[in-house]
């Protein structure tokens, strides 16, 4: 019932809120269209974080709790390493990759 009236003003806000971000990115950056950017956000989270949570507890229940905190941790870190599905989400959605000499000292700076 209420998911028919929040689901697309939640989906409406995420868009522009993506697009405003767009307009401080860098040029040569992807900006993909309003329904690109939602199912992005989708993909992030039950395509990636679900399934994560899903497969790391499979893996405490099968091999026990140390053996599979252990699997399950290096799991998320190949999910999560460059290459990985959500770094692939995350550039298709437009997150440039931060270097630490970009990052400067974490101080708000102003332009």
Do not use: C, D
């Not at 053996?67 to 989400?89: E, N, T």
């Amino acid at each position: 019932g209420m998911g028919v009236v929040l689901l697309p003003v939640l989906f409406t806000a995420l868009v522009r809120w993506q697009q405003q971000g767009y307009a401080l990115a860098a040029p040569g950056e992807p900006r993909p269209g309003a329904v690109a950017i939602v199912a992005l956000h989708l993909a992030l989270v039950f395509g990636a974080a679900l399934t994560l949570a899903v497969a790391v507890h499979g893996l405490i229940a099968n091999l026990g709790t140390v053996a599979g905190v252990a699997a399950g941790l290096a799991l998320v870190a190949a999910a999560l390493a460059p290459g990985g599905p959500v770094h692939r989400i995350a550039r298709a959605l437009g997150f440039a990759q931060v270097t630490r000499k970009e990052q400067g000292s974490g101080a708000f700076q102003p332009a």
